[in-house]
């Protein structure tokens, strides 16, 4: 910043500005008290600012230089602080230095300005017939005024810059003794600043969140666990009456060996995030500090540059004084001002080349802090996943089906159960048996029909019975199992009632489509990709429900059919299909022949890697179809997977085609020949009539 000799610069100013961003935490012999704390290792050295003790073994030399014990850490805490507070002391009286530079600087910039003013006053007022000197004289003059109001300008708006950054700087310092009167408490175990344990009481405790919703009830455990002995053990109506996966006892060793698992993740996961937050807020100091550092080195340069100017200027005025014979006084107080500027220039470039070092080790240092801010974060993360996976590990050992209540619902609930089912599957098959043999034993006294008929008809009705048997024990057998293992069956009950009731108010026709959906289905008519023809509709069939068949036809229009308006079903894709060929040649060519061609052709399709997989079986030739009027049509079968006739058609035509060609065999097509009347005469000319 350039100043004039009526406002020199204090050389102690200029020093100190080298060192007014050196917060001890950032200092390249030091590391962070902060991250200190946090990782409970001892600062490291400049050089290796990304070694970290707690990651990879130090080696001798960092055991030998780095302090290990918790004393060591807060003396040197403790000095950092000292110096920190001195250091804010001394910006401070800067700040109040600067505050009475600026009102000179305004004074100095207002008494330029009302001088400049005048100045310019006095060359309007100047008469026309004024000489050329005088009227030189005073332009010469009002041209060095605004040289220096343009300088005092310049100097001015560098003044407060400075304040500002100045300012800035005891702003960002008192952050960061707080921050490290912080890390001092924590490594004297004292508690945080008052204002925290008045705002929330239970500061101690986990944040009630879903997450941890366990851990916030560890009173109510302990007073379970306490009164679990005194609890009485539940009767054997009263256990038979549980739900499906009945509390063992009020004390779950288990389910407590979760709760403190997670309880001890929680916390660890608040350490996580408080020292994340806390090097998060060394991150901020590190780059506001790196920001207030290069406004001071922004203006430091503007000063070079303003003092080079200025020196350039005086001696320019020391050559034109020289020139025009000024006394020796005048050119002694030009030289003295020449050095003076000389000097300020050379403390400029230093405190310049002072201020870029700063914003050197600033940067290496904010890296630092930013990598154990990384570092940090990565272990939040995992930690998180920890609490994650007790989280859910605590949910799933108080759930119905972790594995030790399965055993015990197995132990109260399972040999009841295995009676029922054991009871269930005998009486199946004991009335499988009775109804075997009564229908057997009807059936073969009846005397209509051969006994061949009349044993099918045995065996049908037993099926439909046996049918019904099993669905009626299934049923039932279903109701008692499920009312034994704690299910409230009533809720059953009561939908088969209301089916009852729409079944009695008129859903007959509805029960149709059902019972005939029903019938569909077991008979396997058709499913679901198959194309079938319904009603006079063929099409693609979509979807299938008890109540109705979904069908879209060639030209993508669906059709919805109700299972009772369906009375035939043709299949157009059960087990297998078959494409259909017509080829017609000319009357000229060898029908064998043709019919030989045809058969390796249509052999080489079934044989090819790329459709073999697509027909069932060898292709066959029937012969000849018919004599048509233009050609011999001859008919050649093969048979194809569901759906794929139309693929082994095409292709199938293709290579016929190609082949007939190749070997010159005609495929005809209707013509026709027609004369016209003039044709006849002109003949009739040429070769006369038809009567010569």
Do not use: C
């Amino acid at each position: 910043m350039l100043i004039d000799s009526t406002h020199p610069l204090p050389r102690t100013t200029v020093a100190f500005l080298v060192a007014v961003l050196s917060a001890p935490f950032l200092l390249p012999p030091r590391q962070s008290p902060l991250a200190a704390q946090q990782t409970g290792a001892s600062p490291q050295a400049p050089a290796k600012p990304s070694t970290r003790p707690s990651r990879k073994p130090a080696s001798q030399d960092d055991t030998e230089s780095d302090p290990d014990t918790d004393a060591e850490r807060i003396a040197r805490l403790q000095q950092i602080i000292q110096e920190d507070r001195q250091r804010l002391d001394e910006l401070r009286s800067e700040l109040e230095t600067l505050k009475s530079r600026t009102e000179e600087q305004s004074a100095t910039v207002m008494q330029l300005e009302s001088s400049y003013v005048e100045q310019e006053q006095k060359i309007e007022d100047l008469p026309q017939e004024a000489a050329d000197e005088n009227a030189k004289q005073l332009r010469q003059k009002l041209s060095e005024l605004g040289e220096q109001r343009r300088e005092a300008h310049e100097a001015f708006n560098l003044v407060i810059q400075r304040r500002k950054a100045t300012q800035s700087q005891i702003a960002t310092l008192e952050q960061k003794i707080e921050l490290e009167e912080r890390a001092l408490n924590r490594l004297l175990g004292v508690e945080p600043e008052p204002e925290e344990p008045v705002d929330e009481p239970a500061g101690e405790e986990p944040p009630a969140t879903p997450l941890a919703e366990p851990v916030t009830t560890p009173e109510a455990d302990s007073t379970d666990d306490a009164s679990a002995p005194a609890t009485p053990a539940p009767t054997a109506d009263e256990a038979s009456r549980d739900a499906v996966a009945p509390r063992a006892t009020p004390f779950d060793p288990r389910v407590q060996a979760a709760r403190r698992k997670l309880e001890v993740k929680q916390q660890a996961l608040d350490e996580a995030e408080q020292r994340v937050e806390r090097l998060n807020e060394a991150v901020d100091v590190v780059a506001e500090n790196i920001s207030n550092e290069q406004q001071l080195l922004e203006n430091a340069s503007q000063e070079v540059q303003l003092a080079r100017e200025r020196l350039a200027e005086l001696r320019s005025r020391l050559n034109e004084q020289t020139d025009s014979g000024a006394s020796e006084d005048e050119l002694a107080a030009m030289q003295q001002q020449i050095e003076e500027t000389s000097r300020q220039l050379t403390t400029t470039i230093e405190t310049r080349d002072s201020h870029a070092e700063r914003v050197a080790t600033l940067e290496s240092q904010l890296a630092a802090v930013q990598e154990e801010s990384d570092e940090a974060i990565e272990q939040l993360q995992e930690i998180q996943s920890e609490v994650d996976s007790a989280s859910r590990w605590l949910r799933f050992m108080e759930s119905p089906v972790a594995p030790h209540r399965i055993a015990d619902w197995l132990i109260y609930r399972g040999p009841t159960i295995l009676f029922i089912v054991l009871l269930l599957v005998v009486l199946r098959w004991l009335i499988r048996l009775i109804v075997g043999r009564s229908v057997r034993g009807l059936v073969r006294h009846s005397r209509s029909g051969r006994a061949e008929d009349r044993e099918e008809r045995a065996q049908t009705i037993i099926g439909v019975a046996n049918s019904l048997t099993t669905i009626v024990i299934l049923g039932t057998g279903l109701l008692v199992v499920l009312d034994h293992a704690g299910i409230d069956v009533t809720v059953l009950l009561g939908g088969a009632a209301a089916l009852g009731v729409a079944v009695g108010f008129g859903a007959q026709n509805l029960m149709k489509d059902f019972f005939y959906g029903s019938m569909i289905l077991a008979e396997n008519q058709y499913r679901v990709g198959n194309v079938v023809r319904i009603a006079g509709i063929a099409g693609l069939v979509e979807s299938i429900s008890l109540r109705r068949t979904v069908l879209r036809d060639l030209e993508g229009i669906v059709h919805f059919i109700p299972h009772s308006q369906i009375t035939t079903v043709s299949n157009l894709t059960q087990g297998w299909s078959r494409a259909v060929l017509d080829i017609g040649v000319a009357y000229k060519e060898d029908v064998d022949h043709v019919m030989q061609v045809l058969q390796e052709v249509a052999q080489g399709l079934r044989e090819d890697v790329e459709f073999r997989h697509l027909t069932v079986e060898d292709p066959e030739i029937l012969g000849v179809e018919a004599l048509g009027d233009s050609a011999v049509v001859i008919k050649l079968l093969i048979k194809t997977r569901p759906l794929q006739q139309w693929t082994v058609r095409r292709e199938l035509l293709r290579r016929i085609k190609n082949r007939f060609d190749e070997l010159g065999i005609e495929i005809p097509f209707p013509h026709r020949t027609i004369y016209h009347r003039q044709d006849l005469s002109e003949a009739d000319a040429v070769f006369g009539t038809a009567g010569d």
